[in-house]
């Protein structure tokens, strides 16, 4: 354990003592004496995959179905200029779990094995020593179930983890208490296979108990089964679904699209009713592909079958009477991909530009935060931890960098938000935005832009603006100096 780590659990077993001690003693006098003295509140972290900025009727869409969704929004905040940290999935989850740039955490990129892009089936043994498989979060990073842990929190995560398979990466070796998902980046959402390896988890262990039945649905089934076993205690729910990403079959006429049960399929009958399948090109030959109809019904149809799980558990907080008391954050990991739209911004997932980072994302909290609001205030995913901490009643630990907000009074009270710049980098892609500018450099565009004006970065105004232009890349190059300057951390670099 290393100072950082080893400071957090000293200061957090503190807290947990105070907790357990405050919970026993309600206990013993039968909660009366404890009225005065609010209960930490729950906290409910919902993702999406690939979802578009406009895929859901409370961000504009008249296309999509989330009842749920929209019912969340109209009891909280919708945040309209809320941004991750890196344009597709894996980093971008980093990043909320550990409250750091992705460079800071070390997970800057994918930990996936790309051939499976080329047609590649890995046998089971070549499978088991790939990067997919090897790759994690670097053990020394501390991450947020770990903290709230320590203060009584009990800590459930069902769906799609993202950060590594080895034992020592596993969510439970990560401050999690239950476990119910997948490890890598994406599967089939039938089969649970990420082009044919098994990829479901219960725990520690793989478990194919489940096979042939919708993603989607086990994980809302695990979610509820956590709630009624945990909703007289402090709680953390994370929901990290891979709806609406694309499948991860290798069969051509499964890739490319996301996958919905046939139930929700029948709510997009415009769509359904056009050709499913067209002739196309895959691992370069010619193959039967999902057509464009195809892949926004699927999409479509696993968006609205999340919205229901989705309104599963927020029926549960009602039925349970801890809705008031429960922070429900949902957002998505990043822009819309396949047959995602995410007008009126530029670009999609992988992109730099705000298609790719910039989110849906909803805020409920009636303990603090008024209903029914909006805030374009400039916000991103690496608040949600320092949030989270402090309304616990966490200190941030010791010698921990974070790199994000609270951003509580945002949210509850509408002040000015404390962010003013943010970074991003995939591989030679970056960009950085500043108050309301933003520079973006990359294989897919380059410029300069004035998002006050242009949200949809059409103008470059780089010839306008030499001077500003130059202010932003010298601040990009002072971010690149202090991230190569961190402690080190794996997969990607030595230690
Ligand atoms: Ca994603």
């Known amino acids: 354990m290393n100072a950082t780590a080893m400071t957090s659990s000293r200061l957090a077993s503190g807290c947990r003592l105070g907790l357990s001690m405050f919970w026993a003693l309600c206990l013993i006098s039968g909660l009366s004496s404890c009225v005065t003295r609010q209960p930490p509140p729950n906290i409910v972290i919902i993702v999406s995959d690939d979802q578009g900025y406009r895929d859901l009727g409370c961000f504009g869409s008249d296309e999509v179905k989330t009842p749920h969704l929209d019912r969340l929004a109209r009891g909280g905040v919708r945040l ?95 401050g999690f208490d239950d476990f119910y998902g997948f490890c890598n980046t994406g599967i089939d959402y039938f089969t649970h296979q990420r082009y044919g390896a098994s990829s479901m988890y219960r725990d520690h262990q793989p478990t194919s108990e489940d096979q042939g039945t919708y993603c ?48 929700y399929k029948a709510m997009y009958p415009q769509l359904q009713q056009q050709p499913q399948l067209v002739s196309g090109t895959r691992y370069g030959k010619t193959a039967m592909v999902p057509s464009p109809a195809k892949r926004r019904l699927e999409y479509l149809a696993s968006i609205t079958c999340m919205d229901a799980a989705i309104g599963a558990v927020l029926d549960l907080l009602d039925q349970h ?23 009126p911004l530029r670009g999609r997932k992988g992109r730099m530009f705000e298609g790719g980072v910039r989110v849906p994302c909803i805020v409920r909290y009636p303990r603090k935060i008024p209903a029914g609001g909006e805030s374009d205030a400039f916000l991103t995913s690496l608040e949600i931890l320092p949030t989270l901490l402090a309304e616990v009643g966490l200190p941030i630990p010791s010698g921990l960098t974070l790199d994000g907000y609270d951003m509580m009074g945002v949210l509850a009270s509408g002040e000015s938000s404390p962010r003013t710049q943010m970074f991003w980098q995939r591989k030679n892609d970056r960009a ?29 105004l780089s010839r306008n603006q030499p001077a500003r232009l130059t202010e932003m890349k010298q601040h990009f190059s002072r971010w690149r100096t202090a991230m190569d300057n961190c402690p080190p951390r794996g997969p990607f670099r030595d230690y």
């Open 80 to 174: 309209t200029s809320f941004y991750v940290s890196w344009p597709a999935c894996t980093p971008s989850r980093g990043s909320l779990l550990t409250g750091r740039y992705p460079q800071r955490n070390g997970v800057y990129d994918m930990i996936r094995n790309e051939a499976p892009d080329y047609g590649k089936r890995y046998e089971p043994a070549e499978y088991e020593v790939s990067f997919e498989r090897i790759g994690g979060m670097d053990t020394r990073e501390v991450l947020l179930p770990a903290m709230l842990g320590e203060a009584g929190y009990v800590n459930g995560i069902f769906g799609k983890w993202d950060l590594g398979s080895l034992r020592r990466y596993l969510p439970l070796a990560r």
């Open 216 to 263: 989607t649905t086990l994980f809302e089934r695990e979610a509820v089964r956590f709630l009624e076993r945990h909703h007289h205690r402090p709680f953390f729910l994370y929901l990290p679904f891979n709806a609406p990403h694309g499948a991860s079959s290798l069969d051509p006429a499964i890739r490319g699209a996301a996958q919905a049960p046939d139930a």
């Open 321 to 343: 009477g801890i809705a008031e008391n429960t922070i429900v954050m949902f957002f998505s990991d990043n822009g819309g991909g396949g047959g995602g739209d995410n007008s």
């Open 432 to 460: 950085v935005r500043v108050d309301d500018w933003k520079w973006v450099e990359s294989g897919h565009g380059t410029g300069l832009f004035n998002l006050a004006t242009d949200i949809g970065e059409k103008t470059d």
